[in-house]
């Protein structure tokens, strides 16, 4: 009995092995006592449910009852049996109870009802013992071992591109600066300018806010590639989508163009949807009650009409409606919340849509997500393919909804004169992209990728709100806490 191995708790409402002897060890959700018994709820991670404990007063071990609160954490040895109660399938009757690691009750933020989800981010090195947050936190498990199947089923190869860059040319968003210079005694040019020739890499090093450019060379040598990697835009938006250090993935394939690119993206979408539906039922269950219950808190038009279930079978099941950004502003400009000045930003062709936009195209017009293309060369990158009107550029973004922009990709410009002058218009020098520009010169192909926001993806997957409750750290402005 002693030295015993330790089940999880997942494996036993699996294999439900009545009558046999089992050791688990997890932490107290909670405790309720009548005068002829105890109920102890323990939960070890490894799935939402939790095990029922049955102590009753005549056991040896009832005196460690008094130390037994919320967020102990404990090591059970004892029966499986059926359980007599209608809430769960086993209990477990113990034989031995041991107490790892006291809580006490008095100090313990975490309390056995619920908690808002801003005091939880105050709290953000507990939360994960929350039924929510371990919820969360399992699919963003699952979702990222999705990703690696799907693109290594389809000879796909992970490709590590560099998290600390030297160029700062996709021009994707304001960067965080990477030195070991020391602030208070900065060496100098003889024009008081800084002289990054000093520093650890002998010039200016930033965090990445993309691997795409460097994906491009592994396309443009394995044939297709993904990265999957930390990604950090120093942009000042405190948003319900936006985060400073995210998690991005970027696909890259070479001889794809912009229709492959699009498929490839609704397909990989899809694939990682029905693969949370097929894999994560119990998790997505507790989340999808939740979401109900939070949506009959909300305002008759600003419900959701379908729950959380239902909007991920909705997705899988149709196809994404596709449609040129010339296209967009036309339906816009014809709809309702333009005729009556509800949109607070203009629409006109050549503006940049705002998430109001995208998100009446998704959720009022279309009501299913949609992929938008060919918008102006002037909004987007310069490494996007020019299209022979001159005006637009192979660009693709997958809106989806509730969130909007979940992907954003392209064909990638392949004519080298053209990138080189279009480069330089947005004020990037040849010699600073030297080696993307090779790329172009030995061996040319045409090639397409983009990036999914992986966070947005669990936004979408778990219908969370709010995109800080979606990563067990994040990091937002003013907050780099844990
Ligand atoms: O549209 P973005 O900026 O595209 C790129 O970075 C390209 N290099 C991708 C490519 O073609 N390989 O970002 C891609 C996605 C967005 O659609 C969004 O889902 C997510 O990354 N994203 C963010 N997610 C969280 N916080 C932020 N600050 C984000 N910025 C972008
Ligand atoms: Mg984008």
Redesign the pocket.
Known sequence: MFDMKRSRIKELFLSQPIGTDVKICGWVRTVRSNKNVSFININDGSCVENMQVVLSPDHADYKLLCDIHTGTCVSIEGKIIESQGSGQSIELLPEKLMILGKADPQLYPLQPKEHSLEFLREVAHLRMRTSTFGAIMRLRHAMAYAIHKFFNDRGFFYLHTPIITGSDA?G??AMFRVTTLDFNNLPLNEDKTVNFKEDFFGKETHLT??G?LE?ELGAMSLGQIYTFGP?F?A?N?NTT????E?W?I?P?VAFNELQENMDLAEEFLKYLIQYALDNCSSDLNFLNARFIKENEKKKQEERDEMNLLQKLEFVVSHPFERLTYTDAIEILKSSAPYKKKKFQYPVEWGVDLQSEHERYLVEKHFKKPVILTDYPKAIK?FYMKQSDDGKTVKAM?VLFPGIG??????QREDDIEKLKTRAREVGIKDEDIWWYLDIRRFGNAPHS?????F??LMLFVTGMSN?RDVIPFPRTPKYAEF
């Open positions: 996709e994707a968003g806010v993309s795409q994906g990604t835009r942009e938006s989508r936006h985060l400073a995210f991005m970027e890259e990158a973004d922009e979940i992907i954003g990709g392209s990728g983009f990036g999914l926001g966070e947005r995109i």
